[in-house]
């Protein structure tokens, strides 16, 4: 198959498109680089069946040929990490909903599948623990510019879901949990690489409030599993499915964890959202996925235990650290 990833010199996107050429098909990645690196996809340039566009994914054209030449999309471009949000709201809107609208019409008027890429943000304050696809979502006040995130997503989500049910295009909604792993960015807000940076660097690791919240964090590869199985599974077509992990973890024992696992002399510190972000900040405490659906449409179960994947992390960023010395 020939498969267009948007975003895919990102962290999750260059992680696919690894798998999908590994897999014998074609990928063509299109990036503007925003958040992504050349670095992530060095390995996969001068492989045969690869190319690499670097535009933004709200260009017309380029992406008319683009989706015009590929038998399915993987839509994983968009503003990330908490940070990034906070700190570009504007940007996070405008490449969310636009880039996500200019995508989507163009796999409709092409009749190419696609997978988009949501968020467990959209079920935002909600207590009803775990989520699930049909729950409520909960989301703060429009003052609180962190669910303007989750705003767009959501807004990405409704069109997805209106094209397939309108001119029957084939849609799949992921909304994925926290994806951690080997190159994710801790630029913008990510919690894990940030950790393992300062434990390596023996530095303080800072929990933004008391630190209690509790999170479940997957590895990429079994994200990119549950993707690559979604694809190609018909009953999946028109749902928004749930990926992720269900072992919920404080961020407190994470940070403990990490320290210990690094063999670190790291001390933990704690600051208050406002003095993170500069800005008030709304958080959920608890944020697990009901995984039933996705159970039932793929039999999925993520085979890396948390232990494992931070292995993989802290591998991952001792090696960039000794290249950097
Ligand atoms: N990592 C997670 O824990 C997580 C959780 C929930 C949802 N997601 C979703 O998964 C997708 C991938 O996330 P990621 O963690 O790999 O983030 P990432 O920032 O590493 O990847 C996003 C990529 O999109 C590119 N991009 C951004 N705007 C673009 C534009 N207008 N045109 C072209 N390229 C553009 C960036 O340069 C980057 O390479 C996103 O849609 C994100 O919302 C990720």
């Not at 996500?100 to 696609?114: D, G, M, P, Q, T």
């Not at 989750?150 to 799949?172: N, P, R, T, W």
């Not at 995984?291 to 179960?301: G, R």
Request: charged share 20%.
């Amino acid at each position: 198959m020939r498969i267009l990833i948007t975003g895919g010199a990102g962290f999750i996107g260059s992680h696919m498109a690894k798998s999908m050429l590994d897999d014998g098909h074609i990928v063509t990645i299109v990036d503007d680089l925003s958040t992504g690196s050349l670095s992530n996809i060095h390995d996969l340039i001068k492989q045969d069946g690869f190319q690499f566009v670097r535009e933004n994914v709200c260009n017309i054209p380029t992406m008319t040929t683009l989706i015009q030449c590929c038998d399915v999309v993987i839509h994983l471009a968009a503003a990330v990490g908490v940070q990034l949000i906070v700190e570009k709201p504007v940007h996070t809107l405008e490449t969310n909903i636009h880039g996500s609208e200019v995508v989507l019409a163009l796999a409709n008027k092409f009749h190419r599948r696609i997978l988009i890429a949501s968020t467990s943000e959209v079920y935002g304050k909600s207590t009803a623990i775990p989520f699930n696809e049909d729950d409520d979502s909960l989301l703060g006040s429009t003052r609180f510019t962190r669910w303007s995130y989750a705003c767009s997503k959501m807004v990405d989500e409704f069109l997805a879901l209106a094209y397939h049910d309108q001119d029957g295009l084939e849609v799949i909604v992921g909304r994925f949990f926290n994806t951690i792993g080997p190159r994710q960015s801790g630029e913008y807000g990510m919690v894990v690489p940030r950790f393992v940076r300062a434990a390596l660097r023996n530095e303080p690791l800072t929990i933004y409030g008391t630190g209690e919240q509790q999170r479940c964090f997957c590895h990429v590869a079994d994200v990119i599993d549950a993707v690559k199985r979604l694809m190609v599974c018909e009953t999946a077509i028109g749902q928004v499915v749930n990926i992720g992990s269900e072992n919920s973890i404080t961020i407190n024992e994470l940070a403990e964890n990490i320290i210990s696992m690094c063999n670190s002399t790291s001390i933990i510190r704690r600051i208050s959202y406002e003095e993170a972000f500069g800005q008030p900040f709304d958080d959920m405490l608890i944020r697990k996925p009901d995984l039933t659906k996705i159970k039932q449409l793929i039999s999925y179960e993520p085979k890396h235990s948390l232990e494992q994947t931070l292995r993989h992390v802290i591998e991952f960023e001792r090696s960039i650290l000794a290249q950097s010395r």
